[in-house]
């Protein structure tokens, strides 16, 4: 079958690329791994041929049970389930700042994507692929101002999506949250970061797997650090397994031009724009972290505690199999739970 593109379009030519790619080790079509968008734009109406797919999967997953040292073609796709690279090793980027983030508007609230208003706080954390793990966030019922996706955590400056991908710029994908601390508490924001994924799965989420695709918080200041350290103590112990996630203070980045780089335009909010492909590979537990009482430093609990009532958390709580992909672009309306 061939694989029709806009030759124009250079995210078209990209996507058709892979898809290809991935088609001729799958033996399905390349229409197979295009987006719905690209495939009624272009009139590729071969269908998914999800038997052979799934065929496909068992097979790789059992080549990796055999011979766990190995490293698939998958896992050559996405970077890899293999170390971080060292920064001297790391691409060497550049200067220019992502095109079109100047100026940007956030899909859903409207709000410029780089703007910190007064009085305003800022989170950085990473949990698997961040379409999902940014559209959690904007659905919070208030104070989020936005959200934003990028590459977090890394050693080049500036890099694109296929640079953070090849696993040669050591950054994982983030999600940045611009919030009101007076409407919604960071630690809303952190217990939503860790039930919304699985964070004892070393250098990947679920399907992805890569250094881009490994478990982070990122802290600004020392209340954030003592908070999401005591939080993590206290799920790893609900876990009973490691947790791996990466805890780190945003100021260790600075040295290789800062913690945080805007991704692509087209990635920001995607899950809510028209065509998005609702994919998500995160692995939530099904877990509620203990309550807060139980873990929180005490001389910090009157600070931060949480906005968010047990109710909401027992009505919108991150579920096994990632259901925020299915659920409504629009934030959760306050009191709707």
């Known amino acids: 079958t061939t694989c029709m593109y806009d030759h124009n379009s250079s995210n078209n030519m990209k996507l058709c690329r892979h898809s290809c790619v991935l088609a001729s080790i799958a033996a399905v079509p390349c229409s197979a791994f295009l987006p719905n968008g690209i495939r009624k734009l272009h009139n590729v109406s071969t269908p998914l041929v999800s038997n052979k797919l799934n065929s496909l999967a068992k097979s790789a997953n059992k080549f990796r049970s055999t011979q766990p040292l190995a490293m698939g073609f998958f896992d050559l796709l996405s970077g890899g389930d293999s170390a971080l690279i060292s920064p001297e090793k790391a691409l060497p980027g550049r200067q220019q700042k992502m095109r ?80 009101d601390p007076s409407k919604v508490s960071f630690v809303d924001i952190m217990r939503w970061f860790w039930e ?25 200041n020392e209340e954030q650090r003592r908070l999401i350290e005591a939080s993590k103590d206290a799920y790893e112990k609900q876990l009973g397994k490691q947790i791996t996630t990466e805890v780190a203070a945003a100021s260790d980045y600075d040295q290789y031009g800062g913690l945080w780089y805007f991704a692509e335009v087209h990635h920001q909010q995607y899950l809510a724009k028209p065509g998005a492909r609702p994919y998500c590979s995160a692995q939530p537990q099904g877990v509620s972290l203990a309550p807060f009482e139980e873990w929180c430093p005490e001389e910090l609990q009157e600070k931060y505690k949480p906005t968010l009532p047990g109710a909401f958390w027992k009505a919108h709580a991150p579920r096994k199999g990632c259901s925020v992909v299915s659920s409504p672009n629009e934030p959760i309306k306050v009191g709707g739970w």
């Open 100 to 179: 079109n983030i100047d100026g940007a508007k956030h899909y859903i609230t409207g709000k410029d994507l780089q703007e910190v208003p007064e009085g305003f706080e800022v989170a950085v954390f990473a949990n698997g692929c961040f379409w999902g793990s940014e559209k959690g966030i904007w659905r919070l019922p208030e104070g989020i101002h936005s959200t934003a996706v990028g590459y977090c955590a890394g050693f080049t400056p500036n890099p694109t999506y296929e640079e953070a991908c090849s696993g040669r710029t050591g950054h994982t994908e983030g999600v940045r949250v611009v919030y």
């Open 196 to 220: 919304a994924h699985d964070p004892c799965s070393g250098m990947g989420q679920g399907n992805d797997r890569g250094t881009q695709y490994r478990s982070g918080f990122y802290y600004f």
